[in-house]
């Protein structure tokens, strides 16, 4: 069993069953599946986000793994990948309470407690007019340079999302929001993976899934190229030349995703 508690839950479920204490937290509830489910707390007027992961059977495992999916088995993957995160300067959410109990990953209990990040909005959000209203062009500029870098620490430091896309930037607006001065976080990392180095295949389908999700953005080949320069750390030309091959798989990629978002109106 792995059990880390910070405040207010270490002192609020003192002497009690975090495993039971936090079957007992009640919200507004974003999903509920059979083995797993998410719901917006609040403790001590302060609001959390509750991930409670219950297994999903040796069924459900043996069918990803057939499909070529990597299973998400508990709260242990997000929070890794949180803890990575942190450690190299890519903003994220703060954990304050994690729990796992049992050995079998079909049937294992597990949850994760993290801090609500208000006020926010979601980069999709944010630049959802950018075609009809273009946004000044420093802090269109400033927006791609933040979100390559945080992009480009990730993979290199061996985390990969699986969900990556702009509505997972969440851009903080407790104060104004300009060219150089904002802050965005990354959050949905359930599906995360967190080892020494990041596969090609895992950091080229991120990849892919961020630019599908920026395609009715209105960004311009300039734009892209900023992103690419910024992400790779190196010059555009030697970019064009050495990764010649994923810019053809990113183009086609998110062309499929975007022709299997129109065709099922918009479920991927």
């Known amino acids: 069993m792995r059990l880390i ?3 207010p839950f270490k002192s609020l479920w003192h002497g009690k069953d975090p495993f039971v204490e936090v079957e007992r937290l009640d919200g507004q509830v974003y999903r509920e599946l059979e083995g797993r489910r998410t719901l917006r707390t609040e403790v001590e007027g302060r609001g959390y986000f509750v991930k409670i992961h219950r297994g999903i059977g040796w069924g459900e495992i043996t069918k990803n793994l057939l499909t070529a999916k990597a299973p998400v088995l508990g709260a242990g993957q997000e929070w890794r990948a ?3 995160l942190h450690e190299v300067g890519v903003p994220t959410m703060t954990a304050v309470a994690y729990g796992e109990r049992g050995s079998n990953p079909a049937t294992q209990h597990s949850f994760i407690i993290t ?3 208000a006020p926010t909005v979601s ?3 944010f630049t959802a007019n950018w ?3 273009p946004p000044a062009p420093l802090l269109k500029r400033a927006l791609i340079a933040e979100v390559a870098r945080m992009a480009g620490t990730m993979h290199r430091t061996g985390v990969n999302h699986r969900d990556f896309y702009i509505c997972h930037f969440l851009l903080h607006t407790d104060k104004p929001v300009t060219a150089s001065d904002f802050r965005l ?3 949905d990392l359930h599906r995360a993976q967190a080892r020494s180095q990041t596969p090609r295949r895992w950091r080229n ?3 892919a899934g961020l630019y599908f999700s920026a395609l ?3 960004l311009t080949r300039g734009d892209k190229l900023r992103f690419l320069r910024d992400y790779f750390q190196q010059p555009v030309r030697e970019i064009l030349h050495e990764e010649a091959s994923l810019l053809v798989w990113l183009q086609r990629r998110a062309e499929k995703l975007q022709g299997r978002k129109q065709r099922y109106g918009g479920a991927l």
């Open 82 to 84: 949180i803890q990575r």
């Open 131 to 133: 075609r009809e209203q």
């Open 185 to 187: 976080s990354l959050i």
């Open 5 to 7: 508690l910070s405040e």
């Open 123 to 125: 980069l999709e959000d």
């Open 216 to 218: 009715e953005i209105g």
């Open 115 to 117: 801090e609500e990040l």
């Open 205 to 207: 389908k991120d990849l």
